[in-house]
């Protein structure tokens, strides 16, 4: 059974360093894996998609990687701002006909002025 | 584009009552549609799956005779929450894929059972 820790469960910086965001999981057969933020009361935005192949991608500020083999994939924010101020939640979607996606529990984060 | 939309947006209700959320994908036909759930301070847990015209496959643990999903075309899915009670107080959150590999989230419905 596939299953999705994120560490650590919160974080508050202050404005203008950069951070990582961890996301681990324990099946590396997947097709995807996805990060989401999301604002208090809120949906899901979609920040960044890695296909399995791909090692990395990168949006802005963001950059996200994937190593599959141990099952591990951060997200990295640098120069962050306020407005950054949310949860973050990684996503895997599964390798066989069903392609759901399992979330770990997020990441709420704070950038203090 | 790949807009869903979900209403409402809040809604409180009594204990015993039934309570309906729709899904609706606005711009885009929606082959498959996913229900999920989140408690405060947790992960969004897949609740069922529907296929339009088709019924619903749900998850392990979810009781299909009280979480009524209806997707009965290619842009409109339902959720109905039947006698509800405290327990089910929380977030439903909605997704519409024109595809399987990519799933487009809706705003969140807020439940609050009194």
């Known amino acids: 059974k596939q299953e999705v820790t994120q560490i650590p469960a919160a974080l508050s910086v202050p404005e203008g360093e950069n951070l990582v965001l961890n996301c681990s999981f324990t099946d590396s057969a997947i097709y995807n894996l996805q990060w989401f933020r999301q604002d208090p009361g809120k949906g899901l935005t979609s920040l960044l998609l890695i296909q399995s192949s791909q090692r990395e991608q990168t949006s802005g500020r963001l950059n996200a990687s994937l190593d599959k083999s141990s099952g591990r994939s951060t997200l990295y924010i640098a120069a962050s701002q306020p407005g950054d101020s949310a949860t973050y939640l990684c996503?895997?979607?599964?390798?066989?006909?069903?392609?759901?996606?399992?979330f770990g529990s997020g990441t709420r984060l704070l950038v203090r002025p | 584009g790949a807009v869903v939309s979900q209403h409402p947006s809040r809604v409180i209700c009594k204990s015993g009552t039934s309570v309906k959320i729709e899904c609706r994908s606005l711009?885009?036909?929606?082959?498959?549609m996913f229900w999920y759930r989140q408690f405060p301070k947790q992960s969004l847990m897949l609740m069922a799956t529907?296929?339009?015209?088709?019924?619903?496959?749900?998850e392990q643990g979810v009781e299909k005779d009280k979480f009524l999903i209806n997707h009965a075309s290619l842009t409109l899915s339902t959720l109905t929450v039947t006698s509800a009670h405290p327990e089910d107080s929380s977030f439903y959150i909605c997704?519409?894929?024109?595809?399987?590999?990519?799933?487009?989230f809706g705003p969140g419905t807020r439940l609050l059972v009194l």
């Open positions: 529907s296929n339009e015209g088709s019924k619903a496959t749900y």
């Open positions: 711009d885009f036909q929606a082959t498959t």
């Open positions: 997704s519409a894929s024109i595809e399987v590999k990519t799933q487009y």
């Open positions: 996503a895997v979607r599964r390798k066989d006909s069903s392609y759901k996606l399992i």
